[in-house]
Every structure is written in C-alpha cells, then in structure tokens.
C-alpha cells in the first residue's frame, strides 16, 4: 500500500483527488483502497458487475484522475477515462517505490471516499465522506463493540456499497484477520456458512434478507465460532429477531444509517426474550443527533411520526458536483448554534418511542395517496409482521389498470396453509379499511437487488388468485346474480366472481362502488343507494335487495 501511495503521488494525486478503483475482491482492492488513502487522496469504487453506463457516468461525474483496475476488466471501459493504471501489469514499476510512510497534509475535512448510490432521476449520485466522519464511526464501533486481534471478520459486502467501509478497516486496524469472500459469495448462502466455519469467522455483517436466507438453509446454527452479527440496510423483523435467537447465541446489533450518515446513524443491541412489536433502530451513535420532525421542521411528540433527520460529525460533506441536491438534503441545522452545523433530511419516517429508542417505520417517499387517502406503506407491512404466520411482508401501490390504483401485499410465510382471508381478517382488526391491500401474492422469496435489498419493482402483476379470497365458490345461480357478476368482473377485473365475494374483498372502493351503481341502475333500471352496498357486499344480497327494489 505505501509503495502504491508514492507511485499515486507521482502521478498527482493529493488531498480531495478522486482515484476510481475497478477490481474483483481480493488483496488488490485493499492494497488500493489503504494506496490511496495513504497518498492523501480519496477512492471511487465500481463494481465489474455495473453495466458499461453505470461506469462511465461515475467516472465523468466524478472526474476521477486516476482509475485503478487490471487488465482482464480494462474491455468494460470505453477510451473516455482516465489515466488507467493496471496493477498486473505495471506492478513491476509501483513495487520500486519505497515501502516506508511518508507525512501527509490531509486533514479531517479531507475526502476518504466517494460512493455512488441510487438516485430518483434513475442516474447515481456520488455521496462524499470525509475522514473526520469515517474515523468518528470507526472509533464509535471499537468502544462500544471492540475487535481483538483474535477476531475474523468476513468481508462479504461489495465494496461500491458503504456497509463494506467498516469491514475493510476496523479488523487491520487492531491487528484482526480480514477474510475476503470470493465475488459474488454475498449472495450464495452455502458458500457463506462453509466460510464462515472454515476460517472461524467471528464477526459477520448482513442485510436482513441475507439473514432470512441464512437462516432458511437451516445451518446458520452449526457456525459457533460467531461472536457478533450486525444487522443493516433494511427493516429488521420481529419474526426474523425470533428465528435468529432460537439457533445462535452470537450477539445482534440492528443498525440503521443512510450513505449520507457513514455508514450507521444509530443502533440497538437486541436482547433475547424482548417483547416487541418490532425491532427498534435504537439510539445515535457517538457525536451524532437524531431529530425526529414535522414538515414544518418542528420536533414532534413521542411516538407521533416524522422524517428522521441526522445531525454531527458523521454527515457527509454532500453530493459529488451536485450543489443543488446537497442544499435540497443536507440543510442548516436550527437546533445548534455552531457555525455551519447541518441536518440530512433522510426521507425516513420513523418515531420515538417512550424508552427513547426510535422505531423505523419506512420511507416517506413510500407514502401513497389512494382515493384521497394518505397512506403509509412501511405501516402497513409493519402490522403484517405481527401477524405470526408472516415472516416478511411488503406493500406496493400498483396501477396495473389506467386510473385504478390499489394496494398490493407480497408475503413469505412460514405456514402454506395460511390464507388470504386469515390475513384481511388480522387487518381489519388494526387498520382502517382503505389500507387493506386489495392482493395478497404470495412467494418463496423476494426478489432482490444486487445489494441485497428487496427489489420492489421486480415485484410480480398479481393474478386473480391474489384478488379473490379463498371461499366456497357459488356460481351465479339465476339471471340475476349472473347479470351482476358479469357487471363486478368488467368493474373489478376480477373473474370469475362468486355470489358471495365480498365486493370490497376483490379490491372495491367508493369510486368503483360508484360505477356499480351506475351500472346496475342502466342495466335494471333500478336505483340502489351506495349504503345497501356497503350493508349488502355481494351478489347474493344485492340480487335479493334488486328483487325487492320498485323501478325507477
């Protein structure tokens, strides 16, 4: 590393020089990354896995002078980049440099990394962390959760995602073993265990659904050389935390942090036997501030909802080259009276609970407005959790058809006998009837993204099964009820239809209730109140309620 440094600073680089790294995991990529940093500059990662655009826009936004990589990935470049240095190839010249460290001018306000994340136009933005934020996370995890150099921590994340930070310093740090899993191993539950026992892992850090999928293979419990396992990027789940504690006595720390925080703003130990309702994402970590405000930017009661915003010295400097969206996030801080002190607007809803732990909730930009109704989804998928035959559960607002937006739940389970209508049932128990989903579709698993998290827009189009709720079907038995069927399947997109479905089961609501009524007064001349409806729900009752009903 320190004679990559001398060869870097001879081709210029120096405090806040961006410097691209383009390699697989393996020893290269650490070399490089402590290379760069020692040389005074700051690294830009990019995974071999990014599409050749993902690659290009990161290096022309960032301006990376430098861009470290080897030759058998240099194909996935176009001939706009920057000075390329292949470390096979020109290793014969970095390892005449000098092996010593050498002083450095950088400064805590200095850059240490640059990591791209996903932005709402559908084009990344770089996220600049300075060295003051990463060593006050670095500290903040040795004191409360310190390594030894006993200790062995798997470095499995891909390194363009800000949770691999910690991994790569915090064990060589205090003289611990760094063991690099192979490429793409993050994702292979199997290949993990067999690394996890076959190098006496001590210390792993996953996303939620990697730790479903860890415990799902069933042999998470046959690694008991883990000590501690940290838990991020997600909403971790009370049945998750259950199933957990029941084959692993290693110690759980549910973290929670945006990129724009380094790495975690706050944490919660889990303790075994707790009786929760969900998973707390705990208290700030050293030297941070968490307020939970209104969109007035006024602090709310305890246990009253708002966006979680983080204050301290954690936050990043901003946004790569991009002024406006920095001022649009990170905004002045009206809590402080130090110069220059700011707050990151995170978008997340969340709430203050009475023992001062916060409770994540989700993400604003997650609310919908359905029929005039503002409606949390992280709230919905919040109560499906309770239930105790969901093991994870999430809600999207689909418009599969023009004009008809509607809830959609997509479940795993832990038992297949469980049924759609136990689920509406366990709703309308604790929610209003405009949040209860319309579908529930269930799965084996969610589908993910390339960082582990649950890729909602891979989610599947519900199918009829997912709209009609399991009953014993009556088909229409009369003129009657078959005219009304028909009239609920053109209404609902649902078919076939029962005379007992209920017509706000199959996905009804006022405005389709509305067209019914519509309907069935042009087709029987008949005029029904939207009350006879919301007493008689189903073909059946409103076939008896049409008989009884004069014209006109």
């Not at 259950?242 to 290693?250: C, D, I, P, R």
């Not at 901003?318 to 001022?327: A, D, M, Q, S, V």
């Not at 297949?416 to 128990?429: G, V």
């Not at 519900?462 to 069927?485: H, K, T, Y």
Request: glycine residues 8%; negative net charge.
């Amino acid at each position: 590393a320190n004679q990559l440094a001398h060869y870097l600073r001879k081709l210029g680089v120096k405090p806040d020089t961006l410097v691209g790294i383009f390699l697989e995991p393996s020893l290269e990529m650490v070399v490089s990354i402590y290379g760069v940093l020692k040389a005074g500059g700051a690294y830009v990662p990019l995974a071999p896995g990014y599409p050749r655009d993902r690659i290009t826009h990161i290096l022309e936004t960032s301006q990376a002078s430098i861009l470290l990589t080897q030759q058998n990935l240099t194909p996935q470049l176009t001939n706009h980049h920057p000075e390329i240095v292949c470390l096979d190839q020109d290793w014969n010249l970095i390892e005449q440099e000098s092996p010593k460290n050498f002083d450095s001018s950088v400064t805590s306000q200095n850059l240490a990394y640059a990591i791209y994340t996903s932005g709402s136009t559908g084009k990344p933005k770089g996220v600049m962390i300075p060295h003051q934020a990463l060593v006050n996370h670095l500290n903040w995890m040795q004191t409360e959760f310190p390594l030894s150099v006993e200790d062995k921590v798997l470095q499995k994340t891909p390194f363009c995602f800000d949770a691999s930070v910690w991994e790569f310093y915090a064990p060589l740090l205090v003289g611990g073993q760094l063991v690099i899993a192979r490429s793409g191993g993050y994702q292979d539950p199997a290949y993990l265990i067999d690394t996890i026992n076959k190098h006496f892992i001590t210390i792993l850090q996953v996303v939620p659904s990697l730790l479903q999928m860890l415990l799902s293979e069933g042999t998470l419990a046959s690694c008991p050389s883990l000590k501690r396992v940290f838990c991020g990027g997600e909403l971790l789940s009370k049945d998750l935390l259950s199933k957990f504690e029941t084959v692993q006595k290693a110690e759980l720390i549910n973290l929670y942090g945006p990129t724009e925080a380094t790495i975690d703003a706050s944490y919660y130990p889990c303790q075994a036997g707790t009786q929760l309702l969900s998973v707390p994402i705990g208290r700030p970590v050293a030297n941070t501030q968490i307020y939970i405000l209104d969109s007035h930017l006024q602090p709310v009661p305890i246990g009253v909802p708002g966006e979680l915003h983080i204050g301290g010295v954690g936050l990043a400097r901003g946004y790569l080259n991009r002024p406006e969206l920095t001022e649009q996030k990170f905004i002045p801080n009206p809590f402080s009276n130090e110069p220059g002190s700011r707050l990151y607007k995170t978008g997340d809803l969340a709430r203050y609970l009475p023992d001062g732990n916060i409770e994540f909730i989700g993400r604003i930009d997650h609310q919908v407005k359905i029929r005039g109704f503002r409606i949390e989804l992280g709230e919905i998928e919040a109560v499906l959790a309770q239930h105790s035959k969901v093991r994870e559960a999430v809600v999207i607002a689909r418009e599969d058809i023009p004009g008809d937006q509607r809830l959609v739940a997509y479940l795993i389970t832990n038992d297949a006998k469980t049924t759609i209508n136990d689920l509406r049932s366990f709703l309308k128990t604790k929610l209003p009837e405009y949040m209860i989903p319309a579908a529930f579709v269930f799965l084996e698993a969610m589908p993910l993204t390339p960082n582990g998290k649950v890729n909602r827009r891979g989610l599947p189009v519900p199918d009829a099964s997912s709209l009609v709720p399991e009953s014993s079907f009556v088909a229409p038995r009369d003129s009657v009820e078959l005219q009304l069927a028909q009239i609920w399947s053109e209404i609902l997109g649902v078919s076939p239809i029962g005379v007992r479905d209920n017509f706000f089961d199959l996905g009804g609501h006022s405005i389709l209730a509305v067209r019914l009524m519509a309907e069935i007064e042009k087709e029987f001349g008949k005029n029904l109140s939207l009350a006879a409806l919301f007493q008689g729900a189903t073909v059946e009752q409103l076939a008896i309620l049409l008989l009884d009903t004069p014209h006109g």
